[in-house]
């Protein structure tokens, strides 16, 4: 035998065998995991890839949802909304929102391997720098990075919008037009995120490029100690032992399958148990687990093993609406896409992955403070985290070709940083029960007084010149002359979550009695969890989430490794 072969086998028998992405955890090999990490989404596929790095590591992915491997809808940019309502969303609605006349609304979220990034509309937005100074502030951490700079050798493409529509010349115009704050801005992710830019997508090549694609593509599933299993739903965390009196949790409960019906399994961990599994997913499995507020554990008939009373609490999302204006013109001064279009599109994106399908329906977006010397900051804090911090989004959807616009055109009208906060709880401790889920949406009065300057604002920018040409008038959901009480009530009637729901397993200070994990994201009162996605934000950032969420799936990846070292 020469030493190359046996050099070979000796590193079998000492790694791992081959991995890809399994349903059933008896096709798994029976290896030991260092890490089972809970939720193959977008933070858990970062760490997945990450923790990986290190061949002497075994990592066991855990995902409820199917792969995405192959999945038209996710692959084609312009197709993201075909996701929603299918078995690639978790498909919740809320509970009776009263800020919302008691409606329910539907809260997608990622069913799938990669998660939200594998569903959502790719919007790549970071946010001020003020958001992660105000992190660090909060949680007494004081760590120096420089957040400003792009990189050039991450593994998620980020581009610009690349179908150009009417639209965007108008904006442009405006922006010069008015200046101030409809300047422009060159890249709103520098930090200062203030003013009007062009929107960055995660598009790469023309398709989506999600956690699951960059960070879980072919050559890392190749690595043969990372281990994905899909279709299999972890029901609990269990209690591992006692350590000095503290629970020790590395043991997970799972269910294969999408019923309760399914085989069910338990793996515990060498070194941590990390929950990955998104704003909702992660407090719902804590409270099942027994992590949460003990006494309302103990009203659903769960045995609290740690009495942590901020899990679920603190959910934060922003509230936001849509306004449509029609353009008084003629049929063949703007464009209506036929079935025809589409199918002419769809065959150019299959050819050369170019084509109106690349783009996400949203080029530029302006980000506006509200006034200063306006009347709402008579009665109500500023919920923004720093001067260059904007209160308001107001993303542009214009929906023609260039150089046709579109029969409409639509604004969204977005509050950055509310003050309205929900919540997250059992309805029962049956693991297929889906969980309570209050978004408390327009709760807090600040939020309908911004949605409000959000209109003067996009008046006050359609009121520029070049948009005369086009004969706005307001069509939805309210007319250009309503009543304030109209204005009001069709809001109330409309609003929704802006899908970016977090905050619910909080960080903050490692003392402090409140919060869920520490700023090293280690769950308080117990031993051997971490929890690393979206819900330990302890605000939201002035953005679109998962930029925020690949940073703190990046930066926890780098800790996790050096506590093992
Ligand atoms: C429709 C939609 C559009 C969006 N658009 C944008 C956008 O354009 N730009 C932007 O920046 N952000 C957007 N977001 C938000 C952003 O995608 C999320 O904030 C971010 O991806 C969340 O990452 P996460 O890791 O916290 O959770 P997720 O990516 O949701 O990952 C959680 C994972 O855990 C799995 N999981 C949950 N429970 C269990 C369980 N019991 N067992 C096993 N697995 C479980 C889930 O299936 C999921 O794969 C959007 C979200 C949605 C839903």
New binding site residues.
């Given amino acids: 035998m020469s030493l190359s072969l046996k050099a070979c086998l000796l590193l079998q028998l000492i790694l791992p065998i081959s991995a890809v992405i399994q349903e059933s955890f008896t096709a798994l090999p029976k290896v030991s995991y260092d890490f089972v990490i809970?939720?193959?989404?977008?933070?858990?596929a970062v760490l997945a890839n990450r923790l990986t790095e290190n061949p002497r590591w075994n990592v066991l992915v855990?995902?409820?949802?199917p792969s995405n491997e192959g999945v038209l809808d996710s692959i084609v940019p312009n197709y993201?909304f075909n996701?929603?309502s299918t078995i690639y969303?978790?498909n919740y609605t809320s509970t009776p929102q009263p800020g919302l006349n008691n409606r329910r609304v539907a809260?997608?979220?990622?069913?799938?391997?990669?998660?939200?990034?594998?569903?959502?509309?790719?919007?790549?937005?970071r946010g001020s720098s003020d958001d992660y100074d105000r992190w660090a502030k909060v949680t007494g951490d004081d760590g120096q990075y420089n957040h400003t700079v792009h990189g050039r050798n991450g593994k998620t493409f980020v581009s610009l919008y690349s179908v150009p529509e009417a639209l965007d010349a108008k904006i442009m115009e405006a922006s010069k037009q008015l200046g101030g704050d409809f300047r422009y801005n060159i890249d709103t992710n520098s930090g200062d995120a203030l003013g009007i830019g062009w929107l960055q997508?995660?598009v790469g090549n023309g398709e989506r490029s999600s956690?699951a694609t960059a960070y879980l593509a072919p050559e890392y599933l190749k690595r043969p100690n990372l281990h994905v299993l899909v279709k299999?739903?972890?029901?609990k965390v269990l209690q591992t032992t006692t350590n000095r009196g503290v629970p020790v949790v590395r043991t997970v409960q799972?269910s294969e399958g999408y019923t309760s019906t399914g085989a069910k399994y338990e793996v515990t961990a060498q070194k941590e148990v990390i929950m990955?599994?998104?704003?909702?997913?992660?407090p719902?499995?804590l409270q099942l687990s027994g992590i949460g507020n003990a006494k309302e554990l103990r009203a659903v008939g769960i045995h609290p093993i740690a009495d942590l009373p901020s899990v679920g609490k603190n959910l934060t999302d922003q509230p936001q609406f849509t306004l449509i204006w029609p353009l008084g013109m003629n049929e063949t001064q703007t464009f209506t896409p036929t079935a025809e279009h589409q199918a002419q599109w769809l065959a150019e994106w299959r050819a050369n992955r170019t084509g109106p399908l690349t783009g996400?329906g949203v080029n530029s977006i302006a980000w506006i403070r509200i006034p200063d010397s306006s009347p709402i900051w008579q009665n109500h804090s500023d919920p923004a985290a720093g001067r260059k911090t904007p209160h308001l989004e107001l993303p542009f959807i214009g929906g023609g070709l260039y150089p046709l616009p579109g029969r409409i055109m639509g604004t969204n009208n977005v509050v950055a940083e509310p003050h309205s906060r929900g919540s997250i709880s059992l309805n029962s401790k049956d693991?297929f029960d889906p969980p309570l889920i209050d978004m408390g949406i327009l709760t807090h009065p600040y939020d309908l007084l911004a949605l409000k300057e959000g209109i003067s604002a996009i008046r006050k920018f359609l009121a520029a010149s070049t948009f005369a040409e086009w004969n706005l008038s307001l069509a939805y959901p309210f007319k250009d002359d309503s009543t304030d009480e109209e204005i009001e009530q069709a809001i109330r009637n409309v609003a929704a979550s802006n899908?970016?729901?977090?905050g619910t397993a909080a960080m903050s200070p490692k003392e402090a009695d409140y919060g869920v994990v520490d700023p090293d994201l280690r769950v308080k009162k117990v031993a051997g969890l971490r929890i690393?996605?979206?819900?330990v934000m302890p605000f939201i950032t002035c953005?679109?989430?998962?930029?925020?969420?690949y940073a703190i799936?990046e930066r926890a990846s780098d800790m996790i490794a050096a506590s093992w070292r």
Avoid: K
């Fill in positions: 809970v939720g193959g989404g977008t933070a858990g855990l995902e409820a949802g993201s996701l929603q969303d978790w809260i997608p979220r990622g069913h799938i391997l990669g998660g939200c990034s594998s569903i959502n509309g790719m919007f790549y937005t997508v995660t956690a299999n739903r972890v029901t799972f990955s599994a998104g704003s909702f997913g992660t719902y499995i996400v693991p899908v970016h729901p977090v690393v996605d979206a819900s953005s679109h989430t998962q930029a925020a969420v799936a």
